[in-house]
């Protein structure tokens, strides 16, 4: 029988009067691709920090590979493994970008895990050219666009080769040329042997980079399906504030309204 | 801006203003870092050794031709480096020109020695040996401004961090200062933007009172905002695998190049140490 990568068990969390999560359930298989949809504030992102042993449930269990995720389990050589297994993309990269250069930017993690520094060299240059970025190695990253700032936190988390990948938002705030080729990666490095969850509002992204979505609303999940069956399914996207009606004039003396979700796919 | 719109403004978003240039200078210095002139291409540990020097020399030197030809080696310098001079007029020499100036006012007429000059109305006197005492301060202290100014605009914040690590600096407060850098840069553009704001809101002028209220509501969701970023920047580096200690990468590479400039600074300073004896 395969083990789950990630086992979440009736799990409550919240930030003092807030709840974030809710008796929250959720299995992730190895190899999966799976797609956490949400609006803003409903739980998708504490769920991701959860997974990376970030922050631990106040009720419930979240379990890694059958082994509990528990705050007084994860440290020493139980937490360098769990870091080189699982790596998080968050979704504001000025949080993840705190070094003077790209460069050290992405040596950061595999010199914490205590890698060879000779194989961190070679492999963060190879990093940086896979991910097309490799000019801006030199530079600080308060110096950089959104868009480059994004890829280079994907590379800082990238080049720990991790086996499950957590994506927070992966195309927030990017422009359509920035997102496409953001798009573009996810779909080259999340074929195949690696587990990827990702916590999006942005639907044109699902079908591109998910086999199986669940959907958020208040702390827990209220849908689950297929990408088609879920972005079919108006009535749901309504409901949980991923689409919203959209009013407009076809002629003055003619207005009506529909379901309207915004992007657009070529 | 102008005088009279500068006047207008708040003590507050004043101070913040004159951060912001300071921010946008040290933006312009690293471009300047960045360009294909000689101090850029120098390893920044031969740099520091071959300039260090020259600064000491100059502030010490008692034969004003010396420290002229100092001076003139360092304007060389600056154009060699693509350091425009008027940037250095404007930044450096007329700075350092004003405070060093009023230091040594005094000196002209309270040194004793053969009168020179007697100034009209007031009828002070301008003396020989306190002239010469004013020019020797005004010009070490314009040359030792300019090598170390120099120094900085040509290398970059992070080869600096770098070579504070080569020189045995604690690690965690090389890294605290790097990120203490990266950040300060964040809030401060946060800063602007929530002055803008508000700034953009608000109809005819604000007392007294209410500014400080504004400022002060300003001050708490900065802190506020700061401490959230600093929870987050905690948790993405423990994502990394961080657990209390920092490991860097230190990458130095010295070529002929850095040693040839080395050897070629050591014997100007030997050379103005010897004559500036």
Redo the contacts between chains.
């Keep these: 029988m395969t083990v789950p990568i990630f086992e979440v068990r009736d799990v409550t969390y919240s930030y003092r009067e807030v709840t974030a999560l809710n008796g929250l359930n959720l299995t992730v298989m190895p190899g999966q691709r799976i797609v956490l949809l949400g609006a803003n504030g409903s739980g998708k992102s504490t769920l991701l920090s959860m997974l990376d042993g970030l922050c631990f449930p106040e009720k419930g269990s979240v379990a890694f590979k059958g082994e509990l995720l528990a705050e007084d389990r994860l440290n020493g050589e139980v937490e360098f493994d769990f870091r080189r297994r699982v790596g998080l993309v968050f979704q504001n990269p000025d949080v993840q970008l705190f070094n003077p250069t790209v460069f050290d930017e992405v040596a950061f993690g595999p010199l914490q895990l205590r890698c060879p520094k000779e194989q961190i060299r070679m492999r963060v240059t190879e990093m940086l050219e896979e991910l097309e970025i490799a000019h801006l190695k030199e530079r600080s990253p308060h110096h950089l666009s959104t868009g480059e700032k994004k890829r280079v936190a994907l590379a800082s988390v990238l080049i720990l080769d991790p086996e499950v990948l957590l994506l927070d938002e992966p195309t927030a705030a990017l422009d359509p040329k920035s997102e496409s080729q953001m798009i573009d990666f996810l779909v080259s490095c999340s074929g195949g042997r690696k587990t990827v969850v990702t916590a999006t509002h942005d639907l044109d992204l699902v079908e591109d980079i998910a086999d199986y979505c669940h959907v958020f609303q208040r702390g827990r999940i209220v849908a689950a399906g297929t990408p088609s069956e879920i972005l079919n399914d108006h009535a749901l996207l309504l409901s949980t504030n991923l689409i919203h009606a959209h009013r407009h004039a076809h002629s003055p003396s003619e207005v009506h309204s529909h379901p309207h979700r915004h992007g657009h796919k070529h | 801006m102008t005088r009279g719109r500068t006047k207008s403004r708040g003590a507050v978003e004043r101070s913040l203003a004159s951060l912001v240039d300071a921010l946008e200078y040290a ?1 312009y210095a ?1 471009e300047l870092a ?1 360009e294909d002139g000689l101090l850029q291409k120098l390893d920044p540990r031969v740099k520091i050794v071959a300039v260090l020097p020259l600064i000491v020399i100059a502030a010490l030197a008692r034969r004003l031709w010396l420290i002229a030809a100092l001076f003139a080696i360092a304007v060389v310098l600056a154009l060699l480096s693509k350091v425009p001079l008027a940037t250095l007029a404007k930044r450096v020499w007329l700075g350092v020109l004003t405070f060093t100036g009023l230091i040594s006012l005094p000196a002209l007429f309270l040194t004793p020695g053969q009168a020179i000059y007697r100034l009209p109305l007031l009828g002070w006197t301008v003396t020989a040996p306190g002239l010469r005492a004013a020019v020797y301060l005004i010009t070490r202290a314009e040359t030792a401004a300019t090598f170390s100014v120099l120094l900085v605009l040509c290398t ?3 080869s600096v ?1 770098k070579a504070l690590r080569v020189l045995r600096l604690p690690i965690v407060l090389v890294v605290i200062l ?2 203490t ?3 300060i ?2 809030l401060l553009r946060n800063a602007q933007d929530m002055f803008t704001s508000r700034k953009s809101r608000i109809v005819g002028r604000l007392d007294g009172p209410e500014k400080r209220r504004a400022a002060a509501a300003s001050a708490g969701v900065l802190i506020s905002k700061t401490i959230q ?1 600093s929870g ?2 905690y ?9 209390g200690e ?4 230190d ?1 130095f590479q010295t070529h002929w190049f850095d040693w040839a400039v080395l050897a070629l600074f050591i014997s100007v300073a030997l050379v103005a140490f010897w004559f500036g004896r």
């Design positions: 933006f690293e960045k970059p914040w992070s961090l790097g990120m850098y990266r950040y840069f964040l970023l987050d920047v948790l993405a580096m423990r994502s990394r695998g961080f657990q920092v490991f860097v990468l990458e």
